[in-house]
């Protein structure tokens, strides 16, 4: 049967939030007066949550192994509609998103990339906020999958995400479609809550650390991704500077420390901070996280690729 729309939510483990997340698409099709499909894309859960989704209404498919990637092709496979809707399953849509979704519907547009960056929960707290305050671009490159709009002549024409990326899957998509000449174009009334951003320090280290990877997939992912040339030569630069300390070479240490470490953090501070003086050392503290996290990306690529190596040599 074919559907105006078609939502997509891959989830692994996520019995705490698929129930909300769901809840807040109760009664869409009435509401915007047209036919769409939620299809839950579960990957492997050892919880409640193929359950959950099911009880809610929504299709559920179970995915063999696969990245994330794998895991949207499929939902958007299943699904026999004009628009693709890609949701991450920690996130609640507004009233407003609901609204936006209808009006795409009735205009049937072709060639279309929208969407917006989900934001914090009206509930989050000061550090969570931070954690997960972005400035807004004037020209965005990419809109994140977890709250991603895009008609099926696009996405079939990109060739859809690529399976092999385990992340970054959503910067890749949508650098294909602007080659190609599709224009993107975010929208705030698509709002989403997104109730999965790092509330600790660690967290948001450790989510930094996993986000990266995607910039080390190849050397032409890495010269473009501008946190994983920054953060690698922070990375050089504490290293270098600790050994000339370690040296005796004080002085030196110091201008090291300053120009390949000190001057990105604080640059990165700056330009993806906002203006208040009183929150800037968090900023500060989490920009040089934010740094040595995507870095430190680049050195698991490195030992993943050496462990598959050894194993298919073994």
């Given at each position: ?11 692994r483990?996520?019995?705490r939030?698929i ?12 509401e ?8 839950v894309?579960d990957?492997?859960s ?6 959950i ?23 958007a ?7 693709l ?6 996130c609640?849509?507004a ?10 519907v ?9 969407g ?5 929960p ?10 997960a305050?972005?400035r ?8 994140p ?7 099926r002549?696009v ?12 992340t970054g899957e959503?910067?890749?998509?949508c650098?294909?479609?602007s080659?190609?000449?599709?224009r993107i ?10 109730r ?5 320090f660690?967290?948001?280290?450790r989510?930094?650390r996993?986000h ?5 997939q190849s050397?032409g992912c ?6 994983a ?8 630069s ?7 300390a370690?040296?005796?070479a004080l ?7 300053a ?6 953090i604080l ?13 800037f050392p968090?900023?500060l ?6 740094l ?12 993943s ?6 194993r298919?040599?073994?």
């Amino acid at each position: 049967m074919s559907r105006d729309y078609a939502i997509v939510i891959p989830a692994r483990d996520e019995e705490r939030a698929i129930g909300r997340t769901l809840d807040a698409l109760r009664g869409l099709d009435e509401e915007i007066g047209a036919s769409g499909a939620i299809l839950v894309i579960d990957d492997r859960s050892e919880d409640r949550t193929a359950e959950i989704a099911a009880s809610k209404g929504a299709r559920v498919l179970r995915a063999p192994e696969g990245t994330i990637g794998t895991l949207r092709n499929l939902g958007a496979e299943a699904a026999s509609s004009s628009i693709l809707c890609f949701l991450d399953a920690d996130c609640e849509v507004a009233p407003s998103w609901r609204t936006a979704l209808g009006a795409i519907v009735r205009e049937k547009p072709i060639g279309l990339i929208t969407g917006f960056p989900a934001a914090v929960p009206p509930d989050a707290g000061r550090l969570e906020t931070i954690l997960a305050f972005r400035r807004p671009s004037r020209a965005p490159s990419y809109i994140p999958s977890g709250n991603l709009i895009v008609t099926r002549d696009v996405f079939e024409s990109v060739g859809g995400f690529d399976p092999r990326l385990a992340t970054g899957e959503d910067h890749d998509f949508c650098a294909r479609a602007s080659a190609r000449g599709i224009r993107i174009e975010p929208r705030p009334d698509f709002l989403a809550f997104h109730r999965g951003y790092p509330k600790t320090f660690g967290e948001y280290f450790r989510r930094e650390r996993w986000h990266g990877r995607g910039d080390f997939q190849s050397w032409g992912c890495f010269l473009r991704s501008r946190p994983a040339v920054l953060g690698s030569l922070v990375l050089v630069s504490l290293a270098a500077s600790a050994a000339l300390a370690a040296a005796g070479a004080l002085r030196p240490a110091g201008i090291v420390l300053a120009l390949g470490a000190a001057i990105p953090i604080l640059a990165t501070a700056i330009a993806r901070g906002d203006r208040s003086i009183a929150r800037f050392p968090l900023f500060l503290a989490r920009s040089a996280l934010y740094l040595v996290a995507r870095s430190l990306s680049g050195i698991d690529v490195l030992l993943s690729q050496g462990a598959r190596g050894a194993r298919r040599s073994a």
